[in-house]
């Protein structure tokens, strides 16, 4: 499982009408799909819109497939060490009505942190930034 960023480039009212266009039948197979992953839609700069999500490669490839299928720019990045290993991740997001999500994505990134770090990520943590960088949830995981 990972945890990944995606932004498009497009507002919320930009994919409502780019979702008028596609058939029904895949936006269908798309939106049944999402109910086996947990992910959050947020708002970011110039109210473009994006998503976090927690799931498996498979999923992700079927969403890239259907954004590129229908010419739907966007950026896709997997933060999911970033999450295992402490790192900063741009949290202060809003909603569709412009309302500070910056909770819920944290919330969502700790969900992935407790449910999907094993022993090798904190081993790779330790690799990359030392022992010193260790947390209790670390240390945790470890015993």
């Known amino acids: 499982m990972k945890l990944i960023e995606v932004k498009t480039e497009l507002t919320r009212l930009e994919l409502i009408s780019k ?11 798309i939106f049944n799909m999402s109910k086996y992953f947990d992910y959050l839609d947020f708002t970011y700069t ?5 998503f976090f999500a927690i799931m498996a490669d ?3 490839e079927r969403i890239e497939y259907f954004l590129q299928k229908n010419s739907i720019n966007y950026n896709y990045k ?7 290993f402490d790192n900063p991740v741009e ?6 009505d412009g309302e500070d999500i910056s909770e819920k ?7 992935y942190k407790k449910n999907h770090t094993t022993q090798d990520d904190v081993l790779d943590k330790i690799l990359e930034k ?13 015993k």
């Open 19 to 29: 979702f008028e266009t596609i058939p029904l039948i895949e936006l269908d197979v």
């Open 46 to 50: 110039q109210e473009k819109s994006g």
């Open 58 to 60: 498979s999923y992700r």
């Open 78 to 84: 997997d933060i999911s060490k970033d999450i295992f």
């Open 91 to 96: 949290s202060d997001y809003t909603d569709d």
């Open 105 to 111: 994505v944290k919330d969502l990134f700790l969900k």
């Open 130 to 142: 030392g022992v010193d960088s260790l947390t209790d949830f670390d240390k945790n995981i470890l």
